[in-house]
């Protein structure tokens, strides 16, 4: 187990007094469960790291991060990766995107069975879940988002839109539904966020929250430690959700866990729930005993993925040293701190979202596809996700490059 230790940086004793309080319950003594390190585009405006730990009062687990919600407004206005359409997530381009939205927008008209119903998507990306709505006959629908570029494709679809977060003001009581999709597991200031849709809300309006769901985030590891990463900073079970909401004395109606279809045998896991203010009744939060051991068996077997790619990738410099890297994503910023590939001979990088183009890594460039003019060094593609679509892309691109995969 010795070898695994550069993969888990545990300390002997792993309690701490936390910088960011539990999001759920306040504490601040929490155990830590993991040390995630990242390698950053020079520019780029996050932390390079944080502990991942658990509260030791309601089980919820957490990046102990010192970025701040101002920071995370920041990079999310300025370098939104969903802005991209064919490479983003959030609108209606990628089929299999689009199908999980008008899923999710039917699970949320089946509940309220009123077209007339006035929704509030927040951080809403491309429009996607607004757009499965209004063809649902749903008419009075809005979106925003701190992207600037995600609200005009949401504009585009003929939906209203504005640019903005959960942390300026809006409108005040006016929405009869409020849907947080995938937003919340990337939220700071989780308490300031439930005040503020809250303050939005009407009173007897209602929350649909959808996040990752990290008691399974096992069952479905195709890339070590895929959900600890800069934008993923919650890690929910329904459980805590319930908790947080309980605080707020909003109360589960309705919710459960679903599995979501993200590419062609690609799945993830999340959870659901609809949440309405119960008036006086007085919440208890019960802690969640669950969650921490299935998020340990994840960093477990997340650390043996890491140490099998990282031998593979040894043996694959051992016979190149010189290589070019494809994609600039969240697991290239985990090898390029926690394997070989942190001193490997690295001429570019490649990356198909023109949002990273023209940014530096390690100092080296990262350029688009077609600016690639070497066709002899060895590519590594560093997804374990899109490895098959890149490598059919750099066929059809008809480089020659010999092609290094992060497994065998
Ligand atoms: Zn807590």
Redesign the pocket.
Known sequence: MESLERFIIKKDNNMKFASRP??????HQADVLHTQRFELPEDHPLSNGYDVVV?L????IYADTSVTQADYDRFYAKYSKYEDSKTGTGGVENPYDWRRQQETAHQIANFLQNPNASILDVGCANGGILKALQELGYRNLCGIDPSLTCVENTRRLGIEAHQGSLFQPFKEHVFDCIILSHTLEHVQDVQGAINWIENNLKSDGVIYLETPDATRYVDFLYAPLQDFNTEHINHFSLKCLTNLMGEYDFALINGGSKTLAIGSELFYPAIYGFWKQNGANEYNLTKDENLRNEVEKYIQRSAEILKRIDIHLQKALARSPKIIVWGTGQLAMKLLIETSLAHANILAFIDNNPINRGRTLKHIPVIGPDQLQDSVTPIVITTMLHHQAIAEQIKQMGLKNEIIFLAE
């Open positions: 539990c999001p759920v319950c306040n504490h509260c009062q309601c089980g919820f």
